[in-house]
């Protein structure tokens, strides 16, 4: 069990930092496009080539680590994690007691679960930078209510 939780908290990171790059190349390309496009909200050449040496260069994130791990969450994982957890606690409730072994494990699994949360947030290719450079449209009136 509990190294099936440890392989789905890797996966689970794994899947944050995923979903950072592809929204960071998408919000790129929408960026880029509407440039092209020439509409009316269209960023200056200049600002495109903020972003692209924002986003691309420095390799940031248009998203926030916190949006980043709902997002995930959201997709499936919460269920996953869920189910991992009841049992988990299922397992600790049932043990007659606590052997050596059992705390071992325990600790050995928060040791882990410490050490992914910890390189999670100290990852600097998907930090946001302080000056966002927007890069996705902005939702006026009449298609905020579609």
């Given at each position: 069990?509990y190294?099936?939780?440890?392989?789905?908290?890797?996966?689970?990171?794994?899947?944050?930092?995923?979903?950072?790059?592809?929204?960071?190349w998408?919000?790129?390309?929408?960026?880029?496009?509407?440039?092209?496009?020439?509409?009316?909200?269209?960023?200056?050449?200049?600002?495109?080539?903020?972003?692209?040496?924002?986003?691309?260069?420095?390799?940031?994130?248009?998203?926030?680590?916190?949006?980043?791990?709902?997002?995930?969450?959201?997709?499936?994982?919460?269920?996953?994690?869920?189910?991992?957890?009841?049992?988990?606690?299922?397992?600790?409730?049932?043990?007659?007691?606590?052997?050596?072994?059992?705390?071992?494990?325990?600790?050995?699994?928060?040791?882990?679960?410490?050490?992914?949360?910890?390189?999670?947030?100290?990852?600097?290719?998907?930090t946001?930078?302080?000056?966002?450079?927007?890069?996705?449209?902005?939702?006026?009136?009449?298609?905020?209510?579609?």
């Amino acid at each position: 069990m509990y190294v099936t939780g440890a392989l789905m908290l890797r996966f689970f990171m794994h899947s944050c930092l995923a979903y950072a790059g592809i929204r960071r190349w998408r919000d790129l390309g929408t960026l880029i496009e509407r440039y092209w496009a020439g509409t009316v909200d269209a960023p200056t050449l200049a600002q495109v080539k903020e972003a692209i040496e924002t986003y691309d260069h420095q390799t940031k994130a248009t998203v926030t680590r916190r949006r980043q791990v709902w997002t995930q969450l959201r997709a499936g994982f919460l269920l996953i994690i869920g189910v991992i957890l009841i049992l988990i606690i299922f397992e600790a409730s049932v043990l007659p007691g606590w052997d050596q072994a059992s705390i071992f494990m325990t600790l050995g699994a928060l040791g882990y679960l410490a050490f992914e949360v910890t390189n999670f947030l100290k990852y600097p290719k998907i930090t946001k930078p302080k000056k966002l450079v927007r890069t996705a449209p902005v939702v006026t009136g009449a298609e905020a209510s579609l």
